[in-house]
């Protein structure tokens, strides 16, 4: 997790935005990626962005990709209780003829009414 | 499909037992991956086997041993554990290991215990 860097936690009121940031420092960086993990269950593959991108969305979820910065960001519009997780960023680069992810430490999002 | 399944979903064991962890998955995928996460932290890379040989070994200890039995299972032995290897054991799979276009989906995890 040394080179993925996300703030530790968020809080937000039900029904605004959440915006997630994370540094990434590896620019051979393929696919860049947002998982979500619920208390004691395993990761949810929520999004992912290719490295040429700036850009996606997905229904309530947009990713913004600044490659120059190295910085992406998760933006969860009408955040509800049941988005409340750790989110993880991850970026997949080459490590002995694979690509495995690498994650950041995680971030908190607690949503409250 | 896109479904992991791990058992158990919990374990608890003493430090002079021998328990197995199993993964399952019927995507086609042909990379499978254990990771380990402790509390507050991300998972971290443990094995990674790539058509049903191990590509990838985080010099994990010898009380874990890996094997790929088939394509759709992956199973992880344990013995002798020390009480410091208590964490939620991941697995996951991809379609392959070596492209950059793999996303890997995980399972639910098995919390292991050891007393």
């Known amino acids: 997790g040394e080179d993925v860097e996300q703030s530790l936690f968020l809080s937000v009121r039900e029904g605004d935005s959440s915006v997630i940031n994370c540094t990434y420092t590896?620019?051979?960086?393929?696919?860049l990626y947002w998982y979500k993990q619920e208390p004691g269950a395993g990761l949810q593959l929520l999004t992912y962005i290719f490295s040429n991108m700036d850009m996606k969305q997905d229904q309530r979820l947009t990713v913004l990709l600044n490659k120059k910065d190295k910085h992406l960001s998760l933006r969860i519009a009408d955040t509800q209780t049941g988005d409340s997780a750790i989110y993880f960023c991850?970026?997949?680069?080459?490590?002995?003829?694979?690509?495995?992810?690498?994650f950041g430490r995680g971030t908190s999002l607690i949503v409250h009414p | 499909d896109t479904e992991v399944t791990q058992t158990p979903k919990h374990l608890v064991m003493g430090m002079t037992n021998k328990k197995s962890l199993k993964c399952e998955q019927h995507m086609g995928h042909r990379a499978m991956y254990w990771y380990k996460q402790k509390a507050k932290k991300p998972p971290e890379l443990m094995f990674v086997?790539?058509?049903?040989?191990?590509?990838i070994n985080e010099s994990v200890p010898s009380r874990f041993s890996p094997e790929c039995p088939n394509s759709s299972l992956l199973n992880l032995h344990l013995h002798a554990l020390q009480p410091e290897d208590s964490a939620l054991y991941l697995c996951?799979?991809?379609?392959?290991?070596?492209?950059?276009?793999?996303?890997?989906?995980f399972g639910p995890g098995t919390r292991l215990t050891v007393l």
């Open positions: 590896d620019s051979s960086s393929t696919y």
């Open positions: 991850a970026e997949s680069i080459p490590s002995g003829g694979s690509y495995i992810p690498t």
């Open positions: 086997y790539s058509y049903e040989k191990l590509s």
């Open positions: 996951a799979s991809s379609q392959t290991s070596g492209g950059y276009t793999d996303t890997q989906y």
